[in-house]
């Protein structure tokens, strides 16, 4: 099954047994609400036990022999290539990522494969909007006509659960290096005094006596998390982090309906590459602290990754795209801890009129202490 298209995808979206509607998953709670009758329902799980890992090299095997769960119908995006399953109620939308309109007449089915747990939405679209509002009237340097182009209103931000890998992993590191031991020696050395004559005197100097050492040692990961989307920039991505993993329910379509979901565009061997570098300098600490004395000399290092372990997660966010001077910028809240990051334009005229008049208050100053 080819993942390397980038596609967002809605999954079994679960109508109202009194009108008919789509029923959506009301953040903060367990709960699915009809947004036309009012209708609220309990959504029933299974206690399943907590969410573990399920193991890598299976999960890899199980994919590419073209595995698939699920169906979705998706349409993709004429200018990003980011593809959209779109709730039964909506008849045009633009694209999450670029803001570009999609034109739904493309759509077609997909297969897609189906995750082992989901971060269920907390931060509901009131408080995302709240926030983008109080922070593009915070912005310094930003374009006068910005906050009139980009009103924030609930048409722009769209709720979408992004793909992430989480690797656990047990390192074994074999290393050599070498092991430095600060000693001090006197030395003498002249230089001239006050009243011109030439003294002898000595200072204490720090040396370093390095002795060549070697050995092994292990650490244990747990959710190294690496973001499987290329639609929204990686720098984003990583800024939303901390998540609340501990807040991870097995995968339930009840908790994606009436949102959209991506799927992944990093597969799980790209994503343990990005992982494995995630944990390198962890590793590299590690040896440090083994090595001891002063100085640490990291010179080769081997490390065998075992007991790989995988989750094929959904992590919650709330997006708006928009443009400015056919510019795409994101403004994106972490919808499980409110954690926001916004991408903004600046001002040229406004930073070189604050450069101009900050070269002029410093001429004054210096104008009026030399009188």
């Not at 944990?279 to 007991?307: F, K, S």
Request: glycine share 6%; charged share 20%.
């Amino acid at each position: 099954m080819d993942q390397s298209e980038p596609t967002v995808a809605t999954v079994n979206t679960l109508q109202c047994s009194s009108c008919g509607a789509t029923l959506q998953f009301a953040p903060g709670t367990h709960s699915l609400k009809c947004q036309y009758c009012g209708a609220s329902n309990e959504i029933k799980t299974v206690d399943a036990g907590p969410v573990v890992p399920v193991d890598y090299q299976s999960f890899v095997s199980a994919m590419n022999g073209g595995s698939a769960a699920q169906q979705a119908r998706v349409v993709s995006c004429k200018n990003c290539g980011a593809s959209t399953t779109l709730p039964p109620e909506v008849n045009s939308d633009n694209c999450v990522f670029c803001a570009s309109p999609l034109v739904l007449s493309d759509a077609q089915t997909k297969a897609i494969i189906r995750p082992h747990a989901v971060l269920p939405f907390i931060v509901p679209l009131n408080k995302a909007l709240e926030d983008f509002r109080a922070w593009i009237k915070g912005l310094w340097w930003a374009p006068s006509d910005l906050s009139k182009l980009v009103s924030g209103n609930a048409q722009q931000f769209k709720g979408i659960y992004i793909p992430h890998w989480s690797y656990d992993a047990v390192t074994v590191s074999d290393y050599i290096g070498s092991r430095g031991i600060y000693y001090y020696e006197t030395e003498y050395y002249t230089e001239t005094d006050d009243d011109g004559n030439t003294v002898e005197r000595t200072r204490e100097v720090r040396r370093t006596a390095w002795t060549p050492v070697s050995g092994t040692v292990g650490y244990e990961f747990n959710d190294v998390l690496i973001s499987a989307s290329n639609s929204l920039p990686q720098h984003v991505a990583n800024r939303l982090e901390p998540w609340k993993l501990g807040e991870l329910v097995q995968y339930n379509e009840s908790y994606v309906s009436g949102f959209r979901s991506e799927l992944f565009q990093i597969n799980p061997e790209r994503g343990l590459e990005e992982a494995k570098k995630r944990m390198v300098p962890i590793i590299r600490n590690a040896i440090c602290q083994d090595i001891g004395g002063d100085e640490q000399l990291v010179e080769g290092v081997q490390t065998a990754y075992n007991n790989l372990g995988l989750k094929y997660i959904l992590l919650p966010a709330w997006i708006s795209a928009y443009k400015y001077q056919n510019k795409v910028y994101h403004f994106t809240v972490n919808a499980c801890t409110g954690e926001v990051v916004g991408e903004r334009p600046y001002s040229a005229a406004k930073i070189a009129l604050a450069v101009i008049a900050g070269i002029a208050l410093l001429i004054t100053l210096f104008v009026l202490f030399k009188k």
